[in-house]
């Protein structure tokens, strides 16, 4: 299982930046996908880091968030800038074998 931490209220044009642990060392084997899921709307790809370290961002990121990965921590990261408030959604973060979390919200305000 993966725990998400990090969200909260920001304003328009602010910053979070995102944790999401595993419980498991099988850490560093998989890539880590973010995802996000809005009100009323489908659950969408954020952000891939391979477990190389390549990455790869759904194309409304723009250059905005960064993701990350710490293997010797167990640990992933979405750094988030230039917030919008479109932006507002529950993350989630995910490996090929764990289950949805319960993902951590993040509220935009304009």
């Known amino acids: 299982q993966m725990v998400e931490s990090g969200g909260g209220l920001v304003q328009a044009g602010g910053s979070l930046r995102l944790s999401c642990v595993a419980s498991?060392?099988?850490?560093?084997?998989?890539?880590i996908d973010w995802y996000r899921q809005a009100p009323g709307k489908q659950r969408e790809l954020v952000a891939t880091?391979?477990?190389?370290?390549?990455?790869i961002y759904g194309d409304f990121v723009q250059g905005r968030f960064t993701i990350s990965r710490d293997n010797a921590k167990n640990t992933a990261y979405l750094q988030m800038n230039s917030l919008k408030p479109e932006d507002t959604a529950v993350y989630y973060c995910?490996?090929?074998?764990?289950?949805w979390g319960p993902g951590t919200r993040v509220t935009v305000s304009s």
């Open positions: 498991r060392s099988f850490f560093s084997l998989y890539r």
């Open positions: 995910k490996a090929p074998v764990t289950d």
């Open positions: 880091i391979a477990a190389g370290g390549d990455t």
